[in-house]
């Protein structure tokens, strides 16, 4: 009975101890966290929550390991869910995609972005609209031209998931282009990209990171990014062009803008404390060269917004996407 | 011969002493993950990769593969030892492993096992070395139809050999089918048959159902027939190997059949699952000894062994030229690549030649060192038959419930994996085959995906299926394995008639 007394009172002067050399924040893990994902092994969500929490090891950035789980049920619902029912649990926080919009307005279940605490957003993912290197399209106006002149239906866009970001994009570009294409939902980007190599699709929106690699093989030609400027990245990809020489869509008469967001949230009821020493570990990981290094490759947008200004980026995306989707039919009925 | 130079240099860097201790050290992870029912080399990888970021590369992807080698040795124990199969593409071993662990074989079956998945393992490798760049042109003609052809070959060819009659295993499969289609619809976006619950996500994890009518549904079957645990009269001792080996090289022809169909299953990329099932579908047909197939046959370990390594193995080939994953663990092994900062695809040989020739001299001493180990230990696992039932039966217990719950992190799924060990034991005793039931569930969504892919493309045409020589040559080839008993009879009426 003794040495448990002592052992408690050790216990807690070791915590003081702790909690007086980690002034500087004021909450700290004190169990694993789990980094959700909601979405399959192998995406681009999973290879961004694996990199950071690689980065995390590599130096020693938190006292407490970082496990990675992947949820992907039901389009990322799954995961989703699961912070939404475990409220006050700092432990737990996720990595979003568009899926945070998407999946609950396509297939109703019960869940918003507002059940969530807001940390960061990390980085924006760009699209890109890419053609077999085979095609005679060199630049958009030869692809829209011959997009109109086909029978409608007849041109193949190949994308990931279904009534998803890729999706949303390809009914844009049939908006702005005034035609119908056969949407073809796959599994992974990855896929994608090599059933766009193997001419089975006729173009496709991949992030460029999915695709970089048969740009850089010679077999993919990208026409145009779906951002307001240009990609920041100069260093040469292949025959002397970088992701910098794609040009805007919007430049090239094809009206449609459309970034993903790769953010971060944390369980409902979470304290300012907690979300600041998140916000703190990701501004450290953010200054590794790995970091950067991952960026670069995948020629990500490295916007880092963090509370209100997250907040309200994260309320106008979540009505665009209301208003997009239902102009595609895209809601789940009832909603 | 450049490439048997670059292979020399790979060599040299696999050799290096650290990268040896890191294949040790991988292939018991990887074993240990394999047994283990429901962790799978996917999440064991997946675990694991944080720890490979601070070794260079080329010893990283070293060890994870030897993950990915252990994993496939691996899940052949369980399936031989318990009916459990650690993984996927084991469920097809355990349709005559099992029977020879119950007939105090188990020594033999698991030789046999590990020495085919060596020799499949070997064949996708030196297919890698020598012929690369041209298999991965071949994998970039296969979009959805031919796809699809391919999962309806795999179903021609398990189906309709089965003694059970017709109507029993056509209704097995239906329920295969219709597990199968629950959950979230890839076409369409939409919710199916969740009924609102959200456990149901996921739809009915295949794994889960594995584990359930299997191991859970062998466990009360075995109770009620006494709790004797046959089979605990094996032979322990290394002999059987050699012996094993000495009966091998007479199967030549079924070995090398399971290559060829592995490493095509692996390239195409339709996995290591289903080439095992076609694999011993095709053996079960052709086979002199086919009559025995499901009664303890070693042949029937054979096929499906060797198919899976070969298709594990060259899974590996897509994603490192085309950045395409061949399996769940493949996946998980690119994104570790990204994660490094190599990018996989058609550059990735020429800019990398230290990784990729390092990473495929890995792939013969990871496999090498692989079967070396599980083969010290065969007397080993054979003499857990021993253990009296009463107390591995709850050991295996708690061993599907922790499988069952890390798949997703679930306990959701703990009960469900009960639930379909009644459904199992049920199953078994109205003599209703499980293996259709199974094949259904693994492949049913991804045939569903690929045939309406396919007519999305096609604008609702069947005729796509036929559309070029590759898909109607696979189509055909399905057509014929499905109808071959009835041309085989109908060919000796003919011939008694001519007579």
């Known amino acids: 009975m003794r040495r448990s007394v002592l052992c408690v009172g050790l216990t807690a002067i070791a915590a003081l101890c702790a909690s007086g050399i980690a002034a500087s924040a004021a909450w700290e893990p004190v169990r694993p966290v789990e980094f959700i994902v909601p979405a399959g092994t192998g995406g681009g969500a999973d290879q961004m929550a694996r990199t950071i929490q690689g980065i995390v090891t590599k130096h020693n950035l938190m006292k407490q390991p970082m496990v990675v789980i992947n949820k992907s049920g039901g389009a990322g619902g799954e995961g989703f869910l699961d912070l939404k029912t475990s409220p006050g649990n700092p432990h737990k926080i996720i990595i979003t995609l568009s899926n945070l919009f998407t999946t609950p307005l396509a297939t109703g279940i019960p869940f918003s972005w507002k059940d969530l605490t807001p940390v960061a957003m990390l980085a924006l993912d760009e699209f890109v609209l890419w053609v077999n290197a085979e095609k005679p399209y060199n630049n958009v106006k030869d692809y829209v031209d011959a997009v109109k002149k086909a029978p409608a239906g007849s041109i193949k866009m190949g994308g990931t998931g279904s009534k998803q970001e890729d999706q949303i994009i390809t009914v844009a570009i049939e908006k702005a282009v005034g035609t119908k294409f056969t949407y073809i939902p796959y599994k992974g980007g990855g896929e994608v990209a090599v059933q766009l190599v193997g001419n089975h699709i006729d173009s496709s929106v991949n992030n460029p990171i999915e695709a970089v690699a048969q740009w850089r093989g010679g077999k993919l030609r990208p026409l145009c990014v779906f951002d307001s400027k240009p990609m920041a990245y100069d260093e040469q990809v292949v025959n002397g062009k970088g992701w910098k020489d794609i040009p805007t869509c919007k430049s090239q008469g094809l009206d449609m803008e459309y970034l993903m967001l790769r953010g971060v949230f944390m369980s409902p009821k979470a304290t300012k404390d907690q979300v600041e020493y998140y916000i703190d570990l990701f501004k450290k990981v953010r200054a590794t060269p790995e970091w950067q290094d991952f960026m670069k490759s995948g020629a990500f947008n490295t916007t880092f917004l963090t509370g209100d200004d997250y907040a309200k980026w994260v309320e106008v995306e979540q009505k665009r996407h209301e208003v997009l989707m239902k102009e595609a039919g895209f809601l789940a009925t009832g909603n | 011969m450049e490439e048997i130079a670059n292979l020399f240099q790979g060599f040299s860097v696999a050799l290096q002493p650290f990268n040896i ?29 944080p720890l490979t970021f601070s070794m260079p590369p080329t010893s990283a992807i070293i060890m994870l593969s030897c993950i990915y080698w252990g994993a496939l040795f691996g899940g052949a124990i369980t399936s031989i030892l318990f009916n459990i199969p650690g993984e996927p593409w084991s469920v097809a071993t355990t349709f005559d492993g099992y029977p020879m662990a119950q007939q105090g074989k188990a020594g033999e079956a698991l030789a046999a096992a590990f020495t085919s998945s060596f020799v499949g393992a070997l064949f996708a490798v030196i297919m890698i070395t020598l012929v690369a760049p041209l298999v991965a042109s071949f994998a970039l003609q296969f979009g959805p139809a031919e796809k699809f052809a391919v999962y309806f070959l795999a179903f021609c060819s398990f189906v309709g050999l089965s003694k059970e009659p017709p109507f029993k295993t056509i209704a097995a499969m239906m329920i295969g089918f219709a597990l199968a289609a629950v959950g979230l619809d890839s076409i369409t976006g939409q919710l199916r048959l969740t009924f609102g619950f959200t456990e149901l996500l996921n739809g009915f994890d295949f794994l889960i159902a594995v584990i359930g009518l299997f191991g859970i549904g062998e ?52 996995g290591a699952t289903p080439a095992s099932f076609m694999s011993y579908g095709i053996a079960k047909r052709v086979s002199k000894n086919g009559n025995n197939f499901g009664k303890g046959e070693i042949e029937g370990v054979i096929a499906p062994e060797t198919a899976a390594h070969a298709a594990g193995t060259a899974a590996l080939l897509p994603m490192l030229s085309l950045g395409v994953p061949g399996s769940p663990t493949a996946a998980v092994l690119l994104g570790g690549l990204l994660i490094w900062g190599l990018q996989p695809g058609p550059m990735l040989f020429t800019e990398q030649k230290e990784f990729v020739w390092g990473l495929i001299a890995s792939m013969y001493l990871g496999n090498l060192v692989g079967l070396l180990v599980v083969l010290t230990c065969v007397p080993i696992f054979a003499a857990i038959l021993r253990v009296p039932f009463s107390i591995i039966a709850p050991l295996i217990l708690v061993l599907c419930a922790i499988g069952a719950y890390s798949v997703h992190s679930s306990t959701f799924d703990v009960m469900l994996m009960l639930v379909f060990g009644v459904v199992g034991y049920l199953l078994k005793k109205c003599n209703y085959p499980l293996a259709p039931l199974v094949l259904a569930i693994v492949l049913g969504d991804k045939a569903e995906e690929a045939f309406r892919q396919s007519l999305l493309g096609s604008q609702g045409s069947l005729g796509v299926f036929f559309s070029n020589t590759l898909v109607s040559t696979i189509m055909i080839l399905g057509l014929i394995a499905l109808f071959w008993s009835a041309i085989q009879k109908g060919y000796t009426r003919l011939r008694t008639a001519a007579a």
Do not use: D, H
């Not at chain 2, 201790?21 to 018991?28: D, E, H, P, R, S």
């Not at chain 2, 466990?219 to 006494?226: N, S």
């Not at chain 2, 032979?235 to 060829?260: A, D, E, F, H, M």
């Open chain 2, 219 to 270: 466990i009360l079957l075995t109770m009620e027939e006494g709790l004797s645990f046959r089979g605990g009269n094996a032979k322990i001792n290394l002999r059987v190997v050699l012996q094993t080996w000495k009966r091998l090289p007479g199967y030549w022809v079924t070995s090398l059949r399971s290559c060829i169909i592995g490493c095509w299953m692996g390239i195409t990329p339709a």
């Open chain 2, 21 to 49: 201790m890191v294949m040790f050290v991988g292939i018991m992870l990887g074993v240990i993950i394999g047994v283990l029912p429901g962790l799978g080399g996917a999440n064991g990888v997946a675990i694991l990769l």
